[in-house]
């Protein structure tokens, strides 16, 4: 059990029988009366964020969550394979579990998944992947305007914008918690 003097942004609490994670923290004194400590809550199984304010006397829960290093093996009718690296468990998540992030899979890619009471909540990828661009309009040389952006897309559908002078070919960085086009990758 935590207590109200606990908590901080990024502190992950259980309460009402679900995990919260702690977004933003105030601690209030009030000229007469007990300290209150007011937190802003996001629900880490429906992302809804709830306001909650404490008293320094309160009990608050601590969720049954652990963090597991998994590999992503494969796509199937299942919906996407991870491997625990230590056990070599197999466990799959659907689309809705992974969202946006399952165009960022590669095979063989490091991920960590958070679960909640042995259940799969979360899974993070690393910051940045490296795809090839399979179509895009043709860049102009020397075309290197600023903030001036052209569709293109990735071989598993996924599109991004990306700078005017990206080609066809061209591999770029993607930030996996945006979606966007980061840089381009070198060639060499």
């Known amino acids: 059990m935590y207590t109200a003097s606990d908590l901080r942004k990024g502190l992950k609490i259980e309460m009402d029988g679900a995990p919260y994670e702690v977004t933003e923290f105030q601690f209030v004194k009030p000229g007469k009366g007990q300290a209150m400590y007011k937190t802003k809550l996001k629900n880490m199984l429906t992302g809804y964020t709830v306001d909650k ?20 093996s494969y796509p199937d009718a299942h919906g996407y394979a991870f491997m625990d690296t230590k056990t070599y468990e ?55 305007a600023t903030n001036v952006t052209k569709p293109a897309k990735i071989k598993n559908g996924y599109e991004i ?16 918690r945006t979606g966007q086009y980061a840089d381009r990758v070198a060639k060499g």
């Open 90 to 144: 197999t466990i799959h998540l659907n689309e809705e579990a992974l969202g946006q992030q399952r165009f960022f899979l590669i095979e063989d890619m490091e991920v960590k998944i958070l679960f909640y009471n042995d259940q799969a909540i979360a899974v993070t990828l690393p910051n940045f992947v490296e795809f090839e661009i399979t179509e895009t309009e043709p860049g102009v040389r020397g075309d290197t």
């Open 53 to 72: 304010t404490f008293r320094a006397v309160d009990k608050i829960g601590r969720p049954n969550l652990e963090e597991k290093d998994m590999v992503y």
């Open 161 to 176: 914008n990306v700078p005017l002078f990206i080609n066809q070919g061209d591999t770029v960085r993607i930030d996996t």
